[in-house]
């Protein structure tokens, strides 16, 4: 058979070389081990010897022309053999080889495997713009919690005295009223190694009410937020859920939390929905109960009335419409109910987050796309007898939700059913153990 | 096994953790240069070889290079080496055993061969013994992959980490610095093991985070009393383990405290509080900075004979103080 | 170089043969064509851009490699060089893992990651060619600590070659090995040149197993191109250590036909001392005895030949079909289990 004359690979990192000058003609006999022809590299000249006697066909005797490694430059033929027409001939000494473009597929070239394997090395984005050197007087000094802290606030701080160094902006340069994320009050149930459960109660109440359930969780660890305008956080004029949002994550900046499963309840649980995406990596896992956030509907009358009432009897009755059947309403609830709205004060400040949130009677807000991106495991939970939001805004969220409608169930599944709302959220926390432990 | 607490030396730690480890594994084996009859450099081994025989408390010759590929094989074959360095500055003749086979075989091998030695190395300043026997070198290993580096500061975890690293089936870097050898701490009698990869907080507070390894964390703890007492509250965060960081731990840490202050007895320049700064620069914590981070480490020279200058060449409690002060005061 | 190495061959009947047996002597030179194509084979891959970064090929010094290798049992290990196929299938490597693992194959030896101066297998008792010359050496004693630590009747050959001996670690382990009297035979492939330094301009002694005198063991030289030679020397240093009877430095004198690696230009040495070393190609030299003393018919000499190509043509026909490492797998096995670190991948 034919014997293919190849321009081989003489250095580690060569892919082509040339040939520079032939020892023999096309047809001139050979032997084995005379010495062919000459190829340059760009370190040196190096002499190729034929693998085989025969003689020297299909060669065009070029020179100075720069080939790729494996390149056929002729053929060995013995007396009375054609040179192949289609690169289908057998390779010299070594046995079993293909013809070279077929080897060639199956080993990517040095600059395809660049392109396709990860870079290790922890190059990432562009360069940060420098701004001019000389020019001092718009240059923003700030510490990156400062940044933080104004972007969440909306402040400029282009308009901060900064009082650190060169006029560098700090976090207690911003104005008092912005820094109030910071004290948004945070109580742990149980703390312990893992990864803890946040719990985000509803509108008119706080983190207390979610005694019950955290005494059910009881080797979790457990941490409640009191929204703001509730429980013991400060007060003052939340907008929008986002805004809640971007406060609750500030605080669990400060408070050192890495990682989470998030639960939230009627309006915390539409804070849930909105701060879920900006936790990113830290989500691990999301627990809705009642949300606000998926829908127009809620039960206005009952805000309203909620927040009329003086005393305790006239609070009563809109209670008893929280539960599936209003006889499960027990006089320690109305009491521990009406003891969070029993400040005049206490009630204006609700009142004024009802207002932006919940504007004559009606969910300003839908945060239903929310939801779509969310990698983590998702649970809805809806008592079938919620008067207060609608659970057919259940239908329709993606697929990946897990829904839990309870039947007989009212707006509260921590108070009516603990036991279960407990039991689905242990099943959140051990769906996310299994889910990445990288 | 009794978890009784009493009071031993770091060096009786270690010496206790190499004893129970022998007991417990007819696998482990010690070597390295004058750690039987003489008790080692630092009398760390002590009667070890009374208790143990020659062939389980090997010396070595001066062969550094050798007897660490010795303890590579060994281990390569199942065995259990723990090779004690003289001083850490001399692991700069077994370089090629423990960078380019220990640390490599597992992997350039495809996963099918472990490697598990301990390498124990005495390190530091502070005993005169100058630049070629007083350096800490730990940063190198803690810059090779497949190593682990670690640094307890305390008796206990000494002990404890100890203990751990001998079952760990990789290479162990185990850096123990000269001048915590006589410090008593709470040790508890028996078996226990203390996590390879997790740092801990020795000191909580809020207004700024002291990152520090080995002899540093006691000066740092010092220099958070002195700050107390101007009303600065300072975390304390012991590494313990360098290779891998706890960034968990450092991230949570920083995040609340919004300042970092990184001390490590190592040349300042590409030290582990480089890596330290590095790491939560490209972290969520990142936000939460409200200064600018500082490193606290060994100045550009070698280690200087003179008292005085060996001193001034690493970082002390006052410099830890003045350092907290500027990040706080905002003087940074 | 000297040519006083050409040994006669008497009449009398080698004592390896009769200690090895017709069937065994047909293995070893199965071995040793199975190398000398083996390397041919790679020698190829390689020139056709098959093969990624370079590989040091020990044509010409199979007789080395097998003569040694022949006496090992199960549980024996050994460990080898940068220039250590042909050792790697002394100790019954496959050549299939082998050129999966120069293609940077999953299904290599090492899984991609080592390559050609990494080809290992523990299971076997193969504990690694090594990229660092003398690297090997301290190993070897440790291995050879542990197989005395759990009293196994075994031992392990350390090859190496003659750039080794000048290595720090070359005089670190033979002195272990001997004040610990370690079940380990130390064998050195003397091919004249470390990479383009020849011993007589390296070297302080002239004969490498003078050496073994500085170390109280004892030393002994062998023309490295015969098998019987070779086999002889270092059944009797592998016996003795196995007996509990410590090292030995055996010096295997050889050559190989090829440069220290495929970037080598061999201007350190001439074409004559090349040819001159090609006309004592082992592997002819023993098929010849083989022959001469009835050992052999030129037919089973044909059939092995014959055999082998197949077997090497198989061999590179499974790693070309053989799938490459996930990308995603890159920073596995540098742990037992992954750790905490940062990976820094984002």
């Known amino acids: 058979m034919a014997i293919e004359v190849i321009l081989p690979r003489v250095d580690m990192d060569m892919t082509e070389g040339k040939i520079a000058q032939w020892y023999v003609r096309n047809g001139d006999p050979v032997s084995k081990g005379q010495v062919i022809f000459e190829i340059e590299t760009d370190k040196a000249t190096m002499e190729i010897e034929a693998t085989a006697d025969g003689v020297l066909q299909g060669s065009d005797g070029a020179t100075e022309v720069v080939l790729p490694v494996g390149h056929v430059v002729g053929w060995i033929v013995q007396p009375g053999e054609a040179i192949p027409t289609n690169g289908a001939a057998a390779s010299t000494a070594a046995p079993g080889e293909h013809a070279p473009t077929q080897l060639d597929a199956t080993v990517p070239a040095a600059e395809e495997l660049a392109a396709t394997t990860p870079k290790p090395c922890g190059a990432t984005a562009d360069a940060i713009p420098r701004q001019g050197a000389g020019d001092t007087t718009h240059v923003l000094r700030a510490t990156p919690l400062a940044r933080s802290i104004a972007r969440a606030q909306g402040v400029d701080l282009l308009a901060v005295n900064g009082s650190g160094p060169a006029g560098r902006v700090l976090a207690r340069d911003l104005p008092e009223r912005n820094t109030h994320a910071a004290a948004l009050h945070l109580h742990w149930f149980n703390r312990g190694a893992g990864v803890p459960l946040v719990l985000l109660h509803g509108f008119g109440t706080s983190t207390g009410s979610w005694r019950p359930l955290a005494q059910q969780l009881g080797d979790v660890p457990v941490l409640g937020i009191d929204l703001p305008n509730h429980g013991k956080s400060p007060r003052g004029a939340v907008w929008h859920l986002d805004a809640v949002a971007r406060l609750l994550l500030a605080r669990l900046d400060q408070e050192g939390i890495t990682a989470l499963h998030l639960a939230g309840h009627s309006m915390g649980g539409g804070a849930a929905i909105a701060l879920a995406p900006l936790l990113q990596q830290r989500l691990r896992s999301l627990t809705l109960l009642a949300p606000l956030g998926l829908g127009p509907q809620i039960n206005g009358a009952f805000i309203d009335g909620m927040l009329r009432a003086t005393r305790l009897e006239s609070l009563q009755p809109w209670l008893a419409l929280l539960f599936g059947d209003p006889v499960r309403l027990s006089a320690s609830f109305a009491a521990t109910a009406w003891s969070e709205l029993e400040s005049a004060d206490a009630r204006a400040a609700l009142a004024d987050m009802a207002e932006n949130l919940l504007p004559d009677g009606t969910q300003a807000e839908s945060l239903r796309d929310r939801l779509a991106d969310l990698a983590v495991p998702v649970k809805l939970v809806w008592g079938t007898h919620d008067r207060i939001v609608p659970p057919e805004h259940a239908s329709g969220v993606p697929g990946a939700v897990a829904l839990h409608l309870l039947p007989g169930v009212g707006h509260l599944p921590q108070v009516e059913a603990v036991a279960l709302v407990a039991s689905l959220l242990r099943q959140q926390l051990a769906a996310a153990n299994a889910a990445g432990n990288r | 096994m009794s978890s009784e607490v009493r009071e031993l030396s770091y060096a009786q730690a270690i010496q206790e953790a190499l004893a129970i480890a022998m007991e417990r594994d007819e696998r482990v084996f010690l070597m390295g240069e004058d750690i039987g009859v003489y008790g080692g450099a630092f009398q760390v081994t002590g009667d070890l070889v009374q208790r143990f025989g020659e062939d389980r408390v090997m010396d070595t010759p001066i062969s550094e290079l050798g007897g660490a590929g010795v303890a590579v094989g060994a281990a390569m074959m199942g065995r259990r080496p723990v090779f004690e360095f003289q001083f850490s500055d001399f692991a700069t003749l077994a370089m090629e055993q423990i960078v380019n086979q220990a640390a490599k075989m597992r992997f350039m091998l495809g996963g099918k061969a472990s490697v598990p030695l301990v390498m124990r190395f005495p390190s530091g300043s502070g005993t005169g013994a100058a630049a070629q026997h007083s350096q800490s070198l730990e940063a190198w290993f803690a810059h090779v992959p497949g190593l682990k580096v670690v640094q307890p500061s305390t008796p206990h975890d000494a002990k404890g980490m100890l203990l751990a690293a001998i079952e760990d089936p990789d290479p162990v870097m185990f850096f123990e610095h000269k001048l915590l050898y006589k410090m008593k701490g709470p040790v508890p009698e028996g078996y226990y093991t203390e996590a390879l990869h997790e740092a801990r907080i020795r000191r909580e507070g809020s207004d700024v985070t002291i990152a520090a390894s080995a002899i540093m964390v006691h000066r740092a703890l010092e220099a958070a009393e002195a700050l107390a007492q101007q009303g600065v509250s300072a975390e304390v965060v012991d590494l313990r383990s360098l290779r891998p960081l706890d960034e968990g731990t450092l991230v949570a840490s920083v995040s609340k405290t919004t300042r970092l202050v990184c001390v490590y007895e190592g040349t300042k320049q590409l030290g582990i509080g480089a890596e330290v700064s590095a790491m939560i620069a490209e972290s969520a914590a990142f936000d939460r900075l409200d200064a600018p981070i500082i490193r606290l480490g060994g100045a550009d020279c070698p280690l200087p004979y003179n008292p005085q200058l060996e001193k001034a060449a690493v970082p002390q409690v006052d410099d830890i103080v003045a350092a907290v002060l500027r990040s706080v005061e905002a003087r940074v | ?346």
């Open chain 3, 1 to 346: 170089m000297s040519e006083s190495r050409l040994k006669e061959r008497a009449a009398p009947v080698a004592p390896a043969y009769k200690r090895l047996g017709r069937e065994t002597l047909h293995k070893a030179l199965h071995q040793m064509v199975l190398i000398r194509r083996f390397e041919e084979g790679a020698e190829q891959a390689y020139m056709r851009g098959l093969v990624h970064g370079t590989m040091h090929l020990s044509i010409g010094q199979e007789a080395s490699a097998v003569g040694v290798g022949i006496n090992l049992r199960d549980g024996d290990c050994i460990t080898s060089t940068h220039r250590g196929h042909g050792h790697c299938i002394a100790k019954g490597a496959e050549p299939k893992y082998m050129f999966a693992e120069f293609f940077g194959k999953d299904t290599g030896y090492c899984r991609g990651r080592g390559g050609s101066m990494h080809i290992a297998d523990l299971a076997g008792g193969n504990l690694g060619a090594n990229g660092i010359v003398g690297g090997g050496i301290p190993i070897a004693v440790g291995a050879a600590l542990a197989l005395k630590q759990t009293r196994k009747p075994n031992v392990v050959v350390c090859f190496f070659g003659d750039g080794a001996n000048n290595e720090g670690a070359f005089h670190e382990g033979l002195n272990m090995a001997t004040i610990w009297k370690l079940p380990v035979v130390f064998v050195c492939e003397n091919n004249q040149y470390g990479m383009s330094m020849s011993t007589e301009r390296s070297t302080a002694v002239k004969r490498i197993a003078t050496r073994a005198a500085a170390y109280g063991m004892p030393g002994v030289t062998v023309d490295g191109n015969i098998f019987a030679d070779v086999s002889e020397a270092a059944h009797e240093a592998i016996e003795r250590a196995r007996d509990a009877g410590g090292p030995t430095l055996v010096e295997c004198l050889t050559y190989r036909h090829r440069g220290h690696s495929k970037s080598d230009r061999n201007r350190y040495r001439t074409k004559e001392e090349i040819d001159s070393w090609i006309a004592r190609d082992p592997i002819g030299l023993f098929e010849q005895d083989l022959l001469r003393n009835g050992l052999i018919a030129q037919a089973e000499i044909d059939a092995l030949h014959e055999g082998v190509v197949q077997e090497i043509e198989a061999a590179v026909a499974f790693a070309n079909d053989s799938p490459a490492p996930d990308p995603a797998s890159l920073t596995d096995f540098v742990y037992a289990t992954p750790t905490t670190q940062a990976t820094h991948v984002q």
